[in-house]
């Protein structure tokens, strides 16, 4: 059912009012949609006049119409209008859905628009598009389903937040993720975990199936009314509302199972045996021929007979995950009050071992008319969501840890056994045992300094739980016809606990003895919100224009402990006994802020639409407090104009609008809250405490402003069979706050001091094209889908020969944003391949020589292992930032959905296909995957150069080199293009027909299965082309390092209504 | 009527909360302020408050990234004593295998980043005392703080002092090399807060060296002579006496080094200060000098742990030498191989700090100098007074020869607490030296000081395993400037 458009039918029904005086005859009818229900509110008017009533909570309407009266014509919002000819018994009526969306009411900021009407750029989502998928939350379906709007997720961990870029990034410092407001409420988004491990993104907090729509405002018209924290976008939630006179129970579940898809091949452990001791021979050469003696080291892979094995790491840490979700809901209304509570329940495992998620979720959304001018709602969900996951290596900075479970199936040696033959974990200290490997070099067994896996997954656990109360008391006066006053007074408490464990046994809590960690949150906002709108109609002038203030504090708190030396392995919490205990995670934060925002909004004839919207907002974290934001927008809908309906192609092209906007927008997502104050914190010095200098404040800073500038044109052909609109989209964003990065040399804390210095700007075009096909009682088929293209470029920064870097976990920098190029381009130094003479990596320095390495094979002065391959002199080794080419961008430069619908009798089958490309992916992973240390190898590299293989991809194995295949440096070897199409999800129905459920009471039942990334074309050779390492970091995107990939899941599905 | 009534009552309350929730933006929610930092401006207003800062900086210089842990682990690895077990590039192995890049992160970016920050912090603090020394004459500060300020500003003197030196050592060829004139650090010694000032060109190695003797002689004369209980953890006037012993060394000034070691050496045993300050001496046993907590009066500086203050994880000295199975992470053990100081025949197998201090595990040998597993409150040395007693040995030997009874009696005092061998008589300077090195390379194992007795003598950087020799004319022979100071300071220039 779609949204009704309250103030214009108001207004309908109040003209209406004021004619019956002339009414001679009685008319009475009941109007219900094709699916059979009825439809209440729905609009019935004489044909010719201004006369006209709505349906009752029944669907059923009387009206006295003028004698000479003889067509109704019925309407509602979503429907195709009808008209009935007045007869002499009841009418029945009934109205075909509409599926244009053109007529579809669309959520703006503290109100709604028709899509009809807007000017600004908004793009709708409907709840059925989401419900069922089998995601933690709703973000994450998101993907593809919107123009301008590009989400990725950045690995197959449960509840990771997706990366979510409207148009492009729009920050470089801050955060670059849009606002979430959830009905009318901001809310938190992001990873909210105090565990590096397990990430909580709170939108989990939110059931899919309570959603009825998501909105997402991409341009200056339509966000600025957000004002300072709509640099990003806005995405609007509006959960679903019980509807007159329907009441209903709905059960709606799936349950599923994921797994793991393209996992690298590595080697077994004969192969690897082999290469490992090929690559020490290798070594040895190279020492004879660079100091005139042989080379000592051992060839000592697979050295200890006893201890082989051929480990299949993927097998145990990987697994088939089941899961299921059940929502109840029951709604209904009345005339005066409609209801809706929901209960659910998520159960999900996904394909990690250990890696599971649930949620128990609870909603009461009601309305209530107290007087026939007030109106009072109240709309509170409630949640408790639990995730739990093994260490991953693929959230927050794991990226390089040594028990990252993205890594450790690709570094750890096959022919090592995770259990010794007593049954015991393999482990030696903190890591996994030798094996049957000696150290060539020492001849002492060969630790890989990595853990053993299974003492992870059978012993540690990290996990973050979340309660949030979410919710808001509402009260809608009309003090006078059309003037209505709102205040809105709203509440968001989210609480976490996160909880570590690390056994003693090995792994991270063998140093420490083991460990617990437990950090308790409060996020406690208040939003109160206060509104005027007055909507007014003159003759064919629409006037609405609304006031406002709105206020917001929200204070967030986090305490926690660390407890180490655990006092026996028995104690496995947070509240046993351990030796020591330190403070951790403890952190505080505050902010407030205060907005007047007022919107004009102006259409004649609904022809020519004006939209003017302003807001200023002061926000505590500033020194200079306050800040303006501002949109204008004017569209001209052609096809209302006289000479369009009147022309001979109006019935085939039946809707053309012209829009545009411009205005600014701010950001302050992600700014610390006391970052205008100068600092000092306090610490320890052994048993003393300490003060010290920890921020050097810049009293300077403010909002960065986002100049957004749009044209688009809107179009409905073949009676909106066909619709779609295309748009150019401008984004300068202004005063960029760079964390400008200090000289190390002046010790300022961090680094850096966080700045307004930088600009830069996204542009590109938004289509969206939807058709129907086939439109037939029988079959019925759809395509709809969108495409964004995405030009992001840095226009300034602190000065322009600045390089930023963008680093992984700390450890490698891949990315580097400079002016003049994409954000987060990538630096590597060029790859010339293998020389064929000798196996030697070449990589080109930037004046042009072509240079190559030889892992401890060169001696002489200035040995540095690189040599000049045309001369055989000795060189120093090319640098990244000297010698470096960029490769960008590396956000896709264009990306979108596809979906295909298709409804034969009661099957319905849904093919949705996500696609994005025209970027680079920096695939760290794989540099690693052919590292010439004892990590194992993908078996690719068995095309490695020999004397008898001199063509090969892969350089001589020299046994410790880490050089040549990326590890020490970045190579153009490592960088790769993203192109992929993805299969995102296909979905299978049945939806049984009433006649044979009515039985069972039921008013509609559908089964169907689906899967979920069921397949995905790419020429990237990593997992998945998606993945980011560093999640939404602005400055170091598209890096693949140790992350593992997305999963496939299968589920299957019943959605039942009573 | 009635509805009509309450109507209109609702109305008048509704547009007074309107009118409310419109004019009472909050002002001092406007102005929340944290509370768990301190403004800045509130930071020099009672004694205790400038304590803590001196507390502050003494933390800055001991994180475990810098002298809490890995400069001293740095100082050894890079040289032949130990082997890196666990490959991990986390734990120094580029350190280890001389493969450091201006990038790497762990070692390069972060010992120069915490060092500066140490020093910055010092400039900061000395900044912040002259400009609130108005505060100090009056209530809450008691009389007579104005020497209580000096003692504080020579500490953080002295800091700085030390931080200069530890970076020369990794930075900066060696001051042997062109007497000084090569390229040494940018020079920072005024307060660094806001933007601009990235740019600043290196000091010469020379000039760096120079104003770190003109911090430690100022040190001296403002130290306290006693700190009470803190003499092993705070800096006292020895303290500045001998470091200055270990800076002279380094520039070969071997009598700036006699003159500064006779300040707290006395002519002959027993060898304990008697200078009227802290009663620094060497003490009978190694061991005890080891023991936890670490404070004997050998210990002239050390920084303290403790289980609230760690040094962080993969920064603990014990993590890195003690082997697992006595609670330590194993990531070097020492080097059994030749060349290694185990198999050196100088290190005999009955000396204290082999029998003691080296531990066995299978086929391999570990250092067991730092005993304290988790939560690894071992104090990280700077500088013991066995030191003094070593470098004012050499610089006798250096300036008088091989027939000086003195360094040969000062030699023989260390040595023989934890070896019944003493060293008779010298035949030349030169076996003499190699004699004092060698015993510096026993009794400092572990200790961060390897790096700087090869380094100031120019010497090859031997190779162990399959890593080879660093010659002197090898680049690698000094650490590379990180990436992060190149490309934000424009002056800066490659080593």
Not at chain 1, 153 to 158: A, I
Not at chain 1, 304 to 310: C, E, T
Not at chain 1, 591 to 600: C, E
């Amino acid at each position: 059912m779609r949204k009704h458009l309250l103030p214009l039918s108001a207004i309908v029904l109040v003209l209406g009012a004021r004619d019956l005086h002339a009414q001679t005859r009685a008319v009475s009818g009941v109007v219900k949609g094709s699916d059979g229900a009825t439809i209440p509110g729905a609009t019935v008017l004489v044909k010719g006049t201004s006369l006209g009533t709505s349906t009752n909570a029944d669907g059923r309407f009387d009206i006295q119409v003028p004698a000479s009266a003889n067509t109704l014509v019925i309407s509602y919002v979503g429907y195709t209008s009808q008209e009935a000819r007045i007869g002499d018994g009841k009418l029945n009526i009934t109205l075909e859905a509409n599926s244009t969306s053109l007529d579809e009411a669309v959520v703006v900021g503290y109100g709604t628009q028709s899509r009809r009407e807007l000017t600004g750029s908004v793009a709708t989502v409907s709840g059925k598009e989401i419900a069922n998928t089998p995601v933690q939350s709703f973000d994450q379906a998101l993907q593809g389903r919107a123009a301008g709007v590009n989400i990725t997720t950045p690995n197959g961990v449960l509840n990771n937040p997706p990366v979510i870029r409207i148009r492009g990034a729009n920050s470089i410092a801050l955060s670059s993720s849009p606002l979430f407001v959830i009905d009318g409420i901001p809310t938190y988004s992001g990873n909210n975990s105090a565990v590096g491990s397990v990430p909580n993104n709170p939108l989990a907090n939110i059931a899919p199936e309570d959603i009825d729509n998501i909105e997402v405002l991409k341009d200056a018209s339509a966000t600025a009314i957000y004002g300072s924290r709509a640099n990003g976008g806005v995405i609007l939630v509006t959960t679903k509302r019980g509807k007159k006179g329907q009441a209903r129970l709905s059960y709606d579940a799936w349950a599923g199972v994921t797994r793991p898809v393209r996992l690298y091949e590595v080697l077994g452990a004969a192969d690897y045996v082999n290469l490992k001791n090929e690559a020490v021979r290798n070594l040895n050469e190279n020492r004879r021929r660079a100091t005139g003696t042989v080379g000592t080291n051992i060839e000592g892979f697979g050295q200890v007979a006893a201890n082989a094995a051929d480990t299949r790491w993927y097998d145990y840490i990987y697994r088939t995950g089941f899961s299921n979700n059940h929502n109840l809901n029951f709604s209904g209304g009345t005339d005066k009050t409609t209801y809706l509570a929901s209960v659910g329940y998520s159960n999900q495992k996904g394909m990690l071992v250990r890696n599971d998620f649930r949620r128990y979720s609870a909603r009461v959304n009601v309305e209530h008319k107290l007087f026939d001018r007030l109106t009072l709602g109240a709309r509170v969900n409630y949640s408790n969501s639990l995730n739990s996951s093994p260490n991953s290596g693929s959230v927050g900075d794991g990226a390089f840890g040594t028990a990252g479970l993205g890594r450790l199936p690709l570094v750890l040696p096959p022919n090592i056994a995770p259990f010794n033959a007593d049954g015991t974990y393999n482990t030696n200290g903190a890591g996994i045992g030798a094996g049957p490997n000696i150290n060539p070099g020492t001849g002492a067994p060969l630790l890989p300094g990595y853990y053993n896996p299974l003492v992870d997954l059978e012993n540690n656990y990290f996990t973050s739980e979340s309660n949030q109360i979410q919710g808001a008391l509402y009260a809608d006066l009309e003090v006078v016809k059309g003037l209505h006053l709102r205040t809105q007074y709203g509440i968001d408490n989210l609480n976490f606990e996160d909880k570590s464990y690390f056994t003693s046994l090995a792994g991270d809590g063998f140093s420490t003895g083991g460990s617990a960690s437990d950090y308790y949150r409060t996020n406690k906002r208040w939003n109160w919100q206060n509104t005027a709108q007055y909507d007014l109609s003159a003759g064919e002038h629409n006037f609405s224009v609304l006031g406002g203030t709105e206020q917001q504090y929200t204070d967030v708190q986090r305490w926690g402990a660390t407890r180490t030396q655990v006092a026996d392995p028995f104690f496995t919490t947070f509240q046993g006994n351990y030796l020591n205990i330190a403070a951790s995670g403890n952190a505080q934060g505050a902010n407030y802020l205060v907005s007047f925002f007022g919107r004009f909004t102006y259409n004649y004839a609904r022809k020519y639409l004006f939209t003017a919207t302003g807001r200023r907002d002061g926000y505590s974290a500033w020194f200079n407090k306050f800040g303006n934001f501002y949109g204008l927008s004017a569209g001209y809908v052609v096809s209302e104009e006289g000479f369009w309906k009147n022309s001979n192609f109006a019935q085939a092209f039946d809707f053309l609008k012209f829009s545009g906007s411009f205005g600014t927008t701010g950001n302050n997502q992600g700014i610390d809250d006391f970052v205008s104050l100068p600092l000092y914190n306090s610490f320890l010095y052994g048993s003393s405490s300490t003060f010290y200098y920890t921020q050097a404040a810049n009293p300077n800073i403010g909002w960065e402003k986002s100049k957004k500038t749009d044209a688009s044109v809107a179009f409905g052909f073949l009676q909106s069979r066909l619709t779609g609109d295309a748009t150019f989209y401008y984004n300068l964003v202004d005063g960029l706050i760079l964390n400008v990065p200090q000289a190390p040399s002046r010790g300022i804390p961090g680094n850096s001091i966080p700045a307004n210095v930088g600009s830069m700007r996204n542009k590109g075009f938004e289509f969206n094209l939807r058709y129907d096909v086939l439109r037939d009682k029988a079959f019925n088929w759809t395509v709809s889908g969108n495409l964004t293209t995405l030009d992001n470029r840095v226009l300034s920064l602190l000065f322009d020969g600045q390089q930023i870097p963008g680093s992984t976990s700390g450890l490698e920098t891949a990315n580097y944003t400079t002016v003049g190029r994409p954000i987060g381009s990538i630096l590597a130094v060029q790859n010339a391949g293998i020389n064929p003479a000798n196996g030697q990596r070449m990589l080109v320095k930037a004046d042009g020589t072509l240079v190559q390495y030889n892992h401890l094979g060169t001696s002489g002065a200035g040995s540095t292992g690189w040599t000049v391959v045309s001369t055989g002199a000795n060189t120093p080794a090319p640098t990244q930032l000297a010698d470096g080419v960029f490769y960008g961008p590396v956000l896709p430069t264009f990306y979108g959905g596809l979906d295909n619908t298709f409804r034969f009798k009661g099957f319905d089958l849904g093919i949705f296909l996500q696609y994005s490309g025209g970027n680079y992916i920096y695939n760290g992973t794989k540099a690693g995957l052919h590292d010439q240390r004892f990590w194992n190898n993908a078996t690719d590299i068995k095309n490695r150069w020999t004397a008898d293989n001199t063509n090969a991809e892969w350089p001589r194995l020299v046994y410790g080199d880490n050089v040549s295949n990326g590890s020490n440096i970045i190579m153009s070897q490592n960088v790769e293009k993203g192109d992929f199409i993805r299969l995102r999800n296909v979905s299978l129905g049945y939806t049984f027909p009433s006649k044979t459920i009515s039985g069972l009471k039921l008013s509609n039942a559908r089964v169907y299965v689906q899967v979920q990334n069921a397949a995905l074309i790419t020429k990237y050779s990593g997992i998945d082309p998606e993945i980011s390492v560093n999640g939404g970091s602005n400055l170091a995107p598209g890096v693949d390092r140790n992350s593992i990939g997305q999963a496939r899941t299968f589920t299957g599905g019943l959605n039942v209504s009573f | 009527m009635k509805s009509a009534f309450r109507t209109r009552v609702f109305t008048a309350v509704v547009t007074a909360t309107l009118g409310l929730g419109t004019f009472s933006c909050q002002n001092d929610l406007l102005n929340v302020k944290p509370n768990t930092q301190l403004d800045g401006g509130l930071a020099f207003d009672t004694p205790s408050r400038v304590l803590a800062q001196v507390n502050g900086l003494y933390s800055y210089v001991k994180v475990g990234s810098f002298l809490g842990g890995r400069y001293q682990i740095y100082g050894d690895i890079r040289a032949n004593d130990f082997i890196n077990r666990q490959n991990n590039g986390v734990t120094g192995l580029l350190v280890w295998n001389h493969t450091l890049a201006e990038t790497s992160s762990n070692d390069v970016t972060s010992v120069w980043g915490a060092a500066y920050a140490a020093i910055n912090q010092v400039n900061v603090f000395l900044a912040g005392l002259d400009t609130n020394a108005g505060k100090f004459g009056a209530s809450p500060f008691p009389s007579g703080y104005a020497s209580t300020v000096a003692g504080y500003r020579a500490e953080a003197r002295l800091l700085r002092a030390l931080c200069y030196y530890s970076l020369l050592q990794l930075y900066a060829r060696p001051y042997i090399d062109g007497n000084g004139s090569r390229p040494g650090l940018p020079l920072r010694l005024q307060a660094e807060f806001g933007l601009g000032n990235n740019d600043l060109a290196r000091s010469t190695v020379g000039q760096v060296y120079d104003q770190i003797l003109l911090d430690l002689n100022a040190a001296e004369q403002g130290l306290p002579a006693s700190q009470g209980g803190n003499n092993v953890i705070r800096a006292h006037r020895n303290t500045a006496i001998a470091l200055k012993t270990r800076v002279y060394l380094t520039m070969g000034r071997y009598s700036d080094v006699i003159t500064e070691a006779n300040k707290i050496v006395p002519t002959s045993a027993p060898y304990v200060a008697a200078n009227g300050g802290v009663a620094n001496g060497l003490n009978s046993s190694i061991t005890a000098v080891f023991a936890p907590p670490q404070e004997t009066t050998e210990s002239i500086l050390s920084f303290p742990f403790t289980a609230q203050d760690t040094p962080g994880t993969q920064n603990q000295l014990a993590f890195y030498y003690l082997p697992s199975a006595l609670g330590g992470g194993g990531e070097y053990s020492l080097n059994t191989a030749a060349g290694g100081i185990l198999a050196n025949p100088g290190f005999l197998s009955t000396d204290v700090r082999r029998t003691s201090l080296v531990a066995a595990v299978g086929n391999e040998r570990f250092l067991t100098k730092y005993p304290t597993g988790t939560p690894f409150t071992d104090k990280a040395p700077v500088i013991r007074y066995s030191e003094v007693m070593l470098s004012l040995a050499e610089a006798l030997v250096r300036t008088n020869g091989a027939a000086d009874t003195r360094a040969l009696a000062l030699l023989n005092a260390v040595r023989t607490r934890s070896n019944s061998t003493a060293y008779t008589a010298f035949t030349s300077s030169s076996d003499f030296i190699d004699a004092i090195l060698l015993e510096r390379r026993i009794e400092f194992l572990g200790e961060g000081i390897r790096n700087i007795d090869l380094m100031r003598l120019n010497a090859t950087i031997p190779g162990k395993g399959s890593v080879g020799d660093v010659s002197p004319s090898n680049p690698l022979y000094v650490w590379p400037i990180p990436s992060t100071e190149l490309s934000a300071n424009t002056l800066m220039t490659r080593n």
